[in-house]
Every structure is written in C-alpha cells, then in structure tokens.
C-alpha cells in the first residue's frame, strides 16, 4: 500500500520547545517537501529535497531545520527560534523527472499547536 | 503582487450545475498546472494537471489553459455535494526552480442542494 504517512496527527509544543514531525514515504519517490498552512492561506514552502544527504531552503525555512538521510525520509524539526509555529504541516514527495512534469503527492498532515 | 492568485470564495453553485474555478498567475515562463482538492482540516488531494494550452478533460473535471492570458481554470460539471471543498491552483514556475510549486490561496467552493 504505497503512500505518505506523517506522525504525529496532532502535536502540542510548549513554549521553547523544539519537536520534530516524521514524514515517510513508499513511493520511491527522490523529492520531498514540507509546507506550513495557515487559516485562510496557501501553502508555503519551508524546505525540499530533490536528493539523499542534500536539501534546500523554501520561502520560509527561518526556525525550521530538516535532514534526509534516507530516500524515503524527510523529518522536519520545528525549533524554539520559530515564533509562530501554530499551523497544519504537510509533507509531499514528487518523482524528479524535470521538465514541469512532477507531480506532488501529499500527507494527511500534522496539526501542530503551541501551548 | 501575488504570484498565483485565486477568488476565496465562497463560490455557491446548485447541484448538478457546472462549477467554474480560476486562477491567473504572474510568471509568463511557468511550464505546469495542477488543481488540487482540499476538503476541511485535510490534506490537499490532486484533481488534475496541465501543460499544454487548451483543455483536458478528467472525468467531470476540466483544466483549461491559456498561457497568453496567463490563466489556467478548473470547470466542474454535474457539480455534488461532495464537491464542496477548497480548490488549490499551483504553478510550476520557470524552468530552474525545480519542482517548487507556487500555491494561491484557494477558491472555496459550495456545492448547496
């Protein structure tokens, strides 16, 4: 049953607090990205990976930090220097043919909420 | 000025009319097009892409592109209930970007019996 799973689906950080939500996926896929959601916004990118072992900053990464050790994951760790960290966190993957032609795939999410 | 944008909404449509969603975007070089469904407090799931001016047809769903214009729509007919949902347009913008996409803030659409 291929797919993307994220954990925790719903997380609760204190102030100073840093967490880190898992992304997993089976689909082979080389690229993967997370995105924050805001009420009543679009999606905006944090980080992204097109490959193991390297990994680049989106519009938002400030407060954000990632690794990719492994093709098939991608976890990213909110950390204390992100002062607004309230938001659906959503992890995609996509094949990384080029040309426009990728497609993303996404997650079920993680509601994260800070106390 | 926003890169993709989209109409919030809510768009109201009755069951079984055709729902049409829009979107312009703001880079003349962007190659590719994707609408994706968003139903509340879920994950956005994909409808269809485009690359190529004109349209394409998935089912009930149809893309339709014009580059000159710079404006990629999502026309929905036999419109559900079920279809009740905010629709995502995002753009792949200028070759070198990657596969980064640009998402507008979403069109929420009402499908009302």
């Known amino acids: 049953d291929g797919g993307i799973t994220q954990s925790p689906k719903y997380l609760f950080r204190k102030e100073g607090q840093n967490v880190t939500l898992s992304c997993e996926q089976n689909?082979?896929?080389?690229?993967m990205y997370w995105y924050r959601q805001d009420p009543g916004q679009g999606l905006r990118l944090i980080y992204y990976s097109q490959i193991v072992n390297d990994f680049q900053k989106g519009d938002i990464a400030e407060g954000y930090s990632v690794s990719r050790e492994k093709k098939e994951s991608f976890p990213l760790t909110v950390t204390s220097a992100q002062k607004n960290p309230t938001a659906f966190y959503l992890c995609?993957?996509?094949?990384?043919?080029?040309?426009?032609?990728?497609?993303?795939?996404f997650g079920p999410g993680t509601r994260l909420t800070v106390l | 000025q926003k890169e993709v944008e989209q109409n919030s909404g809510p768009l109201s449509v009755p069951e079984g009319a055709i729902a049409s969603l829009n979107c312009t975007y703001s880079?003349?070089?962007?190659?590719?097009f994707f609408w994706y469904r968003q139903y509340s407090g879920k994950s956005p799931e994909l409808i269809m892409f485009i690359y190529s001016n004109g349209d394409k047809e998935d089912g009930r769903f149809t893309a339709q592109l014009n580059k000159a214009s710079q404006y990629v729509s999502l026309l929905i007919r036999d419109s559900q209930p079920s279809d009740s949902a905010t629709y995502l347009c995002a753009v792949n913008p200028s070759a070198g970007g990657g596969n980064k996409l640009t998402f507008g803030t979403g069109t929420q659409l009402k499908v009302e019996l």
């Open positions: 689909l082979n896929h080389d690229a």
């Open positions: 995609a993957s996509s094949t990384q043919r080029g040309g426009g032609t990728d497609t993303q795939y």
């Open positions: 880079d003349r070089g962007s190659q590719s």
